[in-house]
């Protein structure tokens, strides 16, 4: 899809950054769990920050059932953005400093899972962070999944940019005596630090160790 | 500051994670350029992520004049958040699970930053990223300065959320035989790839290096 779906998704700022396409998408979503829902409560505007999974072509979140973004977000338009911070883009004129980055906007109406629905998406989130931990965990309780509200929407009407790379700056700066290039930022993933009261003899799962975001 | 600033931004889920002090807002939003605001665009809610900067108890954030964020949020309220992913913690059950983070979020009115007052803002914003780098950089043209917009407001209702360490298990789910812990995650910050256009002699300056975030 090389088309913006809506007028509303259209990138017009940098818009040769603009990617429309499923895999693209979806490469971004996958790469980032934290995500930016925004929504009006009360004829205001508000952003909570959030985690995020995708199941085939719809996006999924989830939140307390008694929390304001739950409440808000349900049956109604969201906004929601998920953004990766790849680097620093020092140009020639401070104009053209940018930062290289991967970001999604999806607009949509969120849906609220149905009850019975639940368990398995929950699963299929916690599996997807952790390969098989689902299965490890001390099993999820009804009234655990009475306090957790799951909404989900399609990712259809989304965009995508992506910068990576050099500046791009005016064609008469490349003349001029600066410095210029980036600094590339990544995501470093430490070693995962065991709980004290962990029982003894309880080993970590070697899939602990695929966790990566960025 | 102990107490939430209004209603609005008191933090009700894991309100044992919530400050309010000036310090702890303060440092965050230092420690991250990257925001998101959101913003009613049409009675439709949008989020949009772009960069932000503090001089003192105000925050700053700009973009190209003509774009939607802009229009939409000249003097028109905002939520403004920034959040910083710090870890996983894997918890024993998964309503336990969670991310360390630091966040914040804003609301308030954003006001359009007067023509006369925007270079100097802009400068505070360039050196604030990399020490001394806005007068290595071509200088700002009128036409430039007239294409970018700089918002601002105060970060008077404001509230953070940080969460660290181990997770936060139920009193019985402590004998339930599952590794627990945390994976922390940090900004790794690459070495500077320099523009292959960069003219010949032309030396990074050392302040380059010292660019951080998180």
Redesign the interface.
């Known amino acids: 899809m090389d088309a913006a779906p809506s007028e509303?998704t259209r990138v017009?700022?940098y818009n040769w950054l603009a990617k429309y396409d499923e895999a693209t998408i979806h490469s971004i979503l996958d790469a980032m769990?934290?995500c930016?829902?925004?929504?009006?409560?009360e004829g205001?505007?508000?952003?909570?920050?959030t985690?995020q999974w995708r199941e085939g072509n719809r996006i999924f979140w989830h939140?307390?059932s008694?929390?304001?973004m739950i409440r808000s977000t349900q049956s109604s338009?969201?906004?929601?953005?998920v953004?990766i911070?790849d680097?620093?883009v020092?140009?020639?004129?401070?104009?053209n400093?940018n930062?290289n980055?991967r970001?999604v906007?999806i607009?949509g109406e969120a849906e609220k899972v149905s009850d019975g629905e639940k368990q398995d998406h929950?699963k299929k989130f916690?599996n997807g962070?952790?390969p098989g931990?689902?299965d490890?965990?001390?099993p999820?309780?009804e009234q655990?999944l009475k306090?957790?509200t799951l909404m989900s929407m399609p990712i259809s009407e989304a965009s995508a940019k992506v910068r990576v790379g050099?500046?791009e700056d005016d064609e008469e700066?490349?003349?001029?005596?600066?410095?210029?290039?980036?600094?590339?930022?990544?995501?470093?993933?430490?070693?995962?630090?065991?709980?004290?009261?962990?029982?003894d003899g309880?080993?970590?799962?070697a899939d602990?160790l695929k966790?990566k975001?960025g």
């Not at 205001?44 to 920050?49: I, K």
């Not at 338009?77 to 953005?81: S, T, W």
């Not at 020092?90 to 104009?95: D, E, G, P």
């Open positions: 509303r017009k700022r769990p934290l930016h829902v925004s929504y009006v409560h205001m505007p508000v952003v909570t920050p985690l939140g307390s008694a929390s304001r338009k969201v906004c929601l953005c953004s911070f680097g620093l020092l140009a020639r004129s401070a104009y400093y930062i980055h970001s906007m607009f929950l916690v962070v952790i931990q689902w490890r965990l001390r999820v309780t655990e306090a957790t050099q500046p700066d490349y003349s001029f005596p600066v410095w210029a290039g980036f600094i590339p930022v990544h995501f470093g993933i430490g070693e995962p630090v065991a709980d004290p009261r962990n029982l309880v080993e970590m799962p602990i966790f975001i």
